[in-house]
């Protein structure tokens, strides 16, 4: 009797401890499973925001195919006086713009960059290069330098249509090039041989899908006063 009795509380203890190891082991791997969660950073929401100042959002058309020097324009032209900056549209890495010198000048395009789409959003896939041209002066940045969305690039100006230095031809604005990156030329993407695409209807539908513009990016600091048109 007296055995059966010490016997069993010490059976209970075992079946407890056995509950309490499976209890540990449990909480163990939820923990393990959380921090493994938490050390994996969340992949970077991908982000496409205007290039200019919103209050110049108006200040552009579909000027696509248009008449120009060079031929039928390959781009879309975006109004603002010299100095105002320009930022990159997407994440991605500088590099040279087609026949550009070391500084970027381009006797068309004056001072140019282009950057490289790091990530697909919206109609822009990674790959995909988009340019920016007739800057006032040589951009800050150096081929292989990535940038972020939003990131300065330069400002507008009114340089190119002749030998390095050349400018005042034309009014100040910003010349944005769209290009397919290579190998993503399937279906109708590209609208010219060079690859280029109309960023008319990119544009407008930076301004209004704000899916492309997650709060996080949006609430950068100083966002909102560049966001604002000097007056
Ligand atoms: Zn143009």
């Known amino acids: 009797m007296c055995v059966s009795i010490t016997k069993k509380p010490s059976g209970r203890r075992s079946r407890r401890d056995v509950l309490a190891v499976v209890l540990l082991l449990g909480v163990a791997f939820t923990l393990g499973a959380v921090t493994l969660l938490r050390s994996s950073e969340p992949p970077e929401p991908a982000v496409a925001v205007f290039p200019l100042p919103s209050g110049y959002a108006d200040s552009y058309g579909n000027d696509w195919g248009a008449a120009r020097v060079q031929g039928e324009h390959e781009g879309t032209d975006v109004f603002a006086p010299a100095g105002t900056?320009?930022?990159?549209?997407?994440?991605?890495?500088v590099s040279r713009a087609w026949g550009s010198s070391g500084n970027g000048w381009n006797n068309l395009?004056?001072?140019?960059?282009?950057?490289?789409?790091?990530?697909?959003?919206?109609?822009?896939?990674?790959?995909?290069?988009?340019?920016?041209a007739h800057m006032d002066e040589p951009t800050p940045l150096a081929p292989g330098e990535t940038v972020e969305a939003r990131q300065r690039i330069?400002?507008?100006?009114?340089?190119?249509?002749?030998?390095?230095?050349?400018?005042?031809?034309?009014?100040?604005?910003l010349h944005l090039g769209w290009y397919a990156g290579w190998g993503l030329f399937e279906g109708d993407r590209p609208r010219a041989p060079s690859g280029a695409m109309n960023p008319y209807p990119?544009?407008?539908?930076?301004?209004?899908?704000?899916?492309?513009?997650?709060?996080?990016?949006?609430?950068?600091n100083g966002t909102t006063a560049l966001d604002k048109k000097p007056m």
């Open 202 to 220: 990119l544009l407008r539908r930076i301004e209004r899908d704000e899916t492309l513009r997650p709060a996080s990016a949006a609430s950068e």
């Open 85 to 93: 900056s320009i930022r990159s549209i997407t994440a991605g890495t």
């Open 154 to 173: 330069g400002t507008v100006g009114g340089t190119g249509q002749g030998p390095e230095g050349t400018r005042g031809k034309f009014e100040p604005h």
């Open 109 to 132: 395009g004056g001072y140019t960059v282009m950057i490289e789409a790091a990530q697909d959003v919206g109609p822009i896939k990674r790959g995909d290069r988009l340019y920016y």
